[in-house]
């Protein structure tokens, strides 16, 4: 045997379990975590890929949303990372978890999102939505951010999904934008934050636009405007914050699909296949869009997610450094 050929048997023969370990997958249910408790943003799109993925993958599969909240995400995440990497156990994680956590926090979290996850797909972006109690007396973006700039320092009070999580730091920045301060009041989940707004136990919010999208449409509070540079699809009625007058203000909010490290290739390559496919389909599409999430529409292999997640980590870490916020372990 030729020293080329026997290396080709070999690399097949190492190759050959690897393979059918992803040709046998999975043997059980999926389980999908999510860093929130139900009702919030995360928690939506798990439930939205979790009724598609079964299909796809085929061999009567199954996934299960699994709700691990906590710490904006740090309880699903340190969860994850000691989980066996043999593709039944994943996770939806977002901004504040995977960037402005590990980046806000004194000493860093005890995971480090580069190296201890496997970036399987991205599944899409959202902006954030100024969202203010039904009797606030402004009514335009104008008037809301004049109110707000204007009011007494320490006097506003807004929720949040949690310290250090995208709308802690989105209401800091805006803090930061107007030159105020405002008082910060955390729950535990998207779900909780807006049940505040409406109770009016605080007057004002930033969050994601799929946990504002269901209380705005039904009229428990009210949308002002949306971060980014442009309206949303589908809250076309919704102008920016920019046109309110806030410029240099865009805090994208995504969400990933991620397994713990050390997923064999084959493994991964299979999940992304079916995470591409089920982001692809109209249906899915529509529902997130309709839940107030973009599905991801460019480059989406393995290594597009990691690329994108290098980037979003270098990104909020100067945003974070621009705000000062910063959080105790």
């Known amino acids: 045997?030729?020293?080329?050929?026997?290396?080709?048997?070999?690399?097949?023969?190492?190759?050959?379990?690897?393979?059918?370990?992803?040709?046998?997958?999975?043997?059980?249910?999926?389980?999908?975590?999510?860093?929130?408790?139900?009702?919030?943003?995360?928690?939506?799109?798990?439930?939205?890929?979790?009724?598609?993925?079964?299909?796809?993958?085929?061999?009567?599969?199954?996934?299960?949303?699994?709700?691990?909240?906590?710490?904006?995400g740090i309880v699903a995440a340190e969860w994850l990372k000691r989980q066996e990497p043999d593709g039944h156990t994943l996770a939806l994680v977002e901004t504040a978890s995977h960037a402005v956590i590990p980046a806000a926090m004194t000493g860093g979290t005890r995971y480090n999102p580069l190296t201890d996850f496997t970036v399987l797909a991205i599944v899409g972006t959202s902006p954030l939505v100024l969202t203010v109690t039904n009797d606030l007396p402004a009514r335009s973006v104008q008037e809301v951010v004049a109110l707000l700039r204007q009011g007494p320092a320490d006097r506003l009070s807004y929720a949040t999904s949690g310290v250090g999580t995208m709308p802690h730091l989105a209401s800091e920045m805006l803090a930061l934008t107007l030159n105020t301060r405002f008082v910060h009041v955390p729950y535990?989940?998207?779900?909780?934050?807006?049940?505040?707004?409406?109770?009016?136990?605080?007057?004002?919010?930033?969050?994601?636009?799929?946990?504002?999208?269901?209380?705005?449409?039904?009229?428990?509070?009210?949308?002002?405007?949306?971060?980014?540079?442009?309206?949303?699809?589908?809250?076309?009625?919704?102008?920016?914050?920019?046109?309110?007058?806030?410029?240099?203000?865009?805090?994208?909010?995504?969400?990933?699909?991620?397994?713990?490290?050390?997923?064999?290739?084959?493994?991964?390559?299979?999940?992304?296949?079916?995470?591409?496919?089920?982001?692809?389909?109209?249906?899915v599409k529509a529902r997130l869009l309709t839940a107030g999430l973009e599905a991801w529409s460019g480059p989406n292999g393995p290594a597009d997610g990691r690329a994108f997640l290098e980037a979003e980590v270098i990104r909020y870490r100067r945003i974070v450094e621009r705000t000062g916020v910063r959080l105790e372990a």
């Open 1 to 72: 045997m030729t020293s080329l050929h026997r290396r080709t048997v070999l690399g097949l023969a190492g190759a050959l379990p690897a393979l059918s370990v992803a040709r046998a997958f999975p043997d059980r249910a999926i389980t999908l975590a999510t860093g929130y408790a139900p009702g919030g943003s995360t928690d939506i799109a798990s439930r939205i890929l979790a009724d598609r993925l079964p299909s796809i993958l085929g061999s009567g599969a199954r996934v299960v949303v699994e709700n691990r909240p906590g710490a904006g």
């Open 188 to 283: 535990r989940s998207g779900g909780q934050m807006m049940q505040a707004i409406f109770q009016k136990d605080c007057q004002f919010g930033m969050p994601t636009l799929p946990s504002a999208a269901g209380p705005v449409r039904d009229g428990l509070v009210r949308g002002v405007a949306v971060t980014g540079s442009r309206r949303f699809p589908s809250f076309p009625d919704l102008p920016t914050l920019e046109e309110g007058g806030v410029t240099g203000y865009d805090l994208p909010y995504w969400n990933l699909i991620v397994g713990p490290a050390g997923m064999a290739p084959a493994l991964v390559e299979r999940l992304n296949g079916a995470l591409q496919a089920a982001l692809a389909d109209p249906a």
